[in-house]
């Protein structure tokens, strides 16, 4: 008894554990410093109109992790928890408000051969870049994230299928970074395509919009080419953001796949995997997009609700691909920069080659 009393009386002066500190505040330095980022890529677009708000937000991210000195101490320190955040977490909210953007209506307006044309450049250009990737031994997830990006809709896809695929934070800031370069390049090169291929108006939007990334690059680059091409451009892009759901959900799929043919064999082995953490069979983001684009066929939203939540998801997918961009290594990226840029360069032409022969045939 008396041994008890002192084991008691010793527990009782133990000090508490202390609490588990606060993340929030931990994460506002970062936080804020992406916010800066988006003021300046916001300046930036409004004062030189062609060049989307999305490039110039990582671009920003790339040099704010490079520049010497403290800047780049801040980014790689105290900073990073909230540009990860960022990253992540505020991406999965712009790709949701992305799906207010899209109507099933305006969908099927552009008629049936021309969602043929965008499910074949997709599933040509997606399949075709993962395999390339592959075969060159690019590191890690990125054939696959570069396959997304240039496929789909970009960096917005980028993130998306990373979180799924638990992608490592280097192989998703090259592949953002890629995308990003050739999207903005697209910007300046077809435009100039245009006569040379014979394009009219109509067929120019087409094939900017079923051949470019970024949803603000498509429309940087239509634009050149007037209202018509413009409204033609979006709506065929939008058509490509909608398989942005299934594509996610494939790779969910895969990736538990994968992760129930490791438990299976661990057991088999002895060692067990019943803690393991199953990823959800459709992302919560993905479920929220879908709905996104179910509101907004309902035809019930305002149009000023419609643009509000467009604003808001573009400041929000710029401070995500801010943060994407301040965790790219440009030294580590120049080892494999010439496999990847092979790559980039590579999936860049396939898509813009199936894009016109499919606008061409099917307009």
């Not at 996104?292 to 401070?319: C, F, H, K, N, S």
């Amino acid at each position: 008894m008396a041994l008890l009393g002192e084991r008691t009386g010793r527990s009782r002066n133990r000090p508490l554990p202390s609490p588990p500190p606060r993340r929030t505040p931990r994460k506002l330095p970062g936080l804020a410093l992406a916010a800066a980022g988006v003021a300046v890529a916001w300046a930036v677009h409004h004062l030189v109109p062609g060049v989307p708000m999305l490039t110039v937000a990582v671009v920003l991210g790339i040099a704010a992790a490079h520049v010497p000195g403290a800047a780049h101490a801040f980014v790689r320190g105290s900073g990073k928890a909230g540009l990860t955040f960022a990253g992540k977490r505020l991406m999965r909210v712009g790709v949701v408000l992305l799906g207010l953007k899209l109507s099933l209506d305006d969908v099927l307006g552009l008629g049936w051969a021309s969602v043929g044309m965008v499910l074949c450049v997709v599933a040509v250009t997606f399949l075709g870049t993962w395999w390339l990737g592959r075969r060159m031994g690019l590191r890690g997830d990125q054939p696959l994230l570069i396959a997304t990006g240039y496929s789909i809709c970009g960096a917005s896809a980028i993130g998306a299928v990373s979180e799924v695929s638990e992608s490592d934070e280097r192989d998703t800031a090259t592949s953002v970074a890629l995308v990003t370069l050739c999207g903005t390049l697209a910007i300046a090169v077809l435009p100039l395509l245009q006569h040379p291929l014979g394009l009219s108006d109509a067929e120019f939007g087409r094939w900017v919009g079923a051949s470019v990334h970024d949803v603000g690059q498509v429309v940087a680059t239509a634009q050149t080419a007037g209202a018509g091409a413009l409204g033609d451009a979006v709506l065929v892009k939008l058509m490509r953001v909608a398989l942005l759901a299934p594509l996610v959900a494939a790779v969910a799929l895969s990736v538990r796949a994968r992760r129930q043919g490791r438990g299976s064999t661990e057991g088999a082995a002895g060692a067990g995997t019943a803690g393991a953490k199953r990823p959800p069979l459709v992302p919560l983001f993905v479920v929220g997009f879908l709905a996104m684009v179910a509101l907004r066929t309902t035809g019930w939203l305002p149009g000023g609700a419609i643009d509000a939540a467009g604003t808001v998801q573009e400041l929000l997918l710029a401070a995500a691909l801010f943060g994407l961009g301040s965790a790219v290594d440009l030294p580590s990226l120049t080892r494999t920069g010439g496999r990847v840029a092979a790559l980039g360069l590579v999936s860049w032409g396939v898509i813009a080659g199936i894009s016109y022969v499919g606008v061409v045939l099917t307009y």
